[in-house]
Nanobody
Framework: VHLVESGGGVVQAGGSLRLSCLAS????????MGWFRQAPGKERQFVAG????????DYEDSVKGRFTISRDNAQNTVYLQMNDLTRDATAVYYC?????????????????WGQGTQVTVSS
C-alpha cells in the first residue's frame, strides 16, 4: 500500500491542523494505522494509532485530549486532528500502516510508511 500525507504547515502555538493520509494500492480497512513524528535530532515517536475492526484508538500521553485519530474507510483516508498545538509538536509527521490486528507503538512494527509532512508550530 502507498501512503501520502498532506495538511502540514506552519501554525501558531494554540492553533490547530488536520493531517490526512491517503492510501492507494490497498484497502485501508485491512491495516492498523498509526501516526508518528520525528523532530530534528530525535528518534521517531509514536503519536496515535487506530486498529482495524473496533476502531479503538491509543495516543502518546502528551497529546491525549488534544489530538484525535480517525479513519474513513470509504475514502481510504486516515486523519490526525491536532488542537492546541505547542512548539514541541514541531516535527515531520509520518503516516504508517501495519498488517495484522494489534496496535504497537514502535516504528519497527509498521510495514508501510508515507514520505512525511512538516508541521511547524511558532510562538
Amino acid at each position: 500500500v502507498h501512503l501520502v500525507e498532506s495538511g502540514g504547515g506552519v501554525v501558531q502555538a494554540g492553533g490547530s491542523l488536520r493531517l490526512s493520509c491517503l492510501a492507494s494500492g490497498g484497502t485501508l480497512r485491512s491495516y492498523v494505522m498509526g501516526w508518528f513524528r520525528q523532530a530534528p535530532g530525535k528518534e521517531r515517536q509514536f503519536v496515535a494509532g487506530i486498529v482495524r475492526m473496533s476502531g479503538r484508538t491509543d495516543y502518546e500521553d502528551s497529546v491525549k485530549g488534544r489530538f484525535t485519530i480517525s479513519r474513513d474507510n470509504a475514502q481510504n483516508t486516515v486523519y490526525l486532528q491536532m488542537n492546541d498545538l505547542t512548539r514541541d509538536a514541531t516535527a515531520v509527521y509520518y503516516c504508517a500502516a501495519r498488517n495484522g490486528y494489534s496496535l504497537f507503538k514502535t516504528p519497527d512494527e509498521f510495514d508501510y510508511w508515507g514520505q512525511g509532512t512538516q508541521v511547524t508550530v511558532s510562538s
